[in-house]
């Protein structure tokens, strides 16, 4: 039961990392279409879909760390030694990359919404 438990975790995990840079990939494509055709009609409309994304980037976020955490509990270090120095260092460099991407995309979050959300 507990290795189930465990894959489901990872699993979310991994599902909610790939909402949150999905959710930051749609924001800025979208932020750039507004730029290039600035109308009330599009602002409009990143105004609306950005509303619509911006809680679930952010519960992302949040369950990102909670979910992570618990993996990190729960990880299998029963690797040959031969390679479980090299995982360890693929995962610290993995984790740096998307560290990058989170800050990036919180970032860029707050510049649109200060940019495109403003008064109306």
């Not at 975790?9 to 494509?29: E, K, M, R, T, Y």
């Not at 730029?35 to 519960?59: D, N, Q």
């Not at 955490?69 to 990880?75: A, G, K, S």
């Amino acid at each position: 039961m507990l290795e189930i438990l465990i894959t489901i975790n990872n699993f979310a995990h991994d599902l909610v990392s790939a909402l949150f840079i999905a959710g930051i990939i749609l924001l800025i494509i979208l932020a750039r279409e507004v730029e290039k055709h600035k109308t009330a009609e599009t602002i409009y409309l990143y105004r609306s879909v950005s509303r619509k994304f911006s809680p679930l980037i952010l519960i992302s976020l949040v369950l990102i760390f909670v979910l992570g955490f618990f993996r990190y509990l729960t990880y299998d270090y029963t690797f040959p030694e031969s390679f479980a120095r090299t995982r360890v260092n693929i995962l610290i460099i993995k984790h740096l990359i998307l560290l990058g991407i989170v800050g990036y995309g919180v970032h860029l979050h707050f510049k649109l919404v200060k940019k495109f959300d403003g008064p109306n």
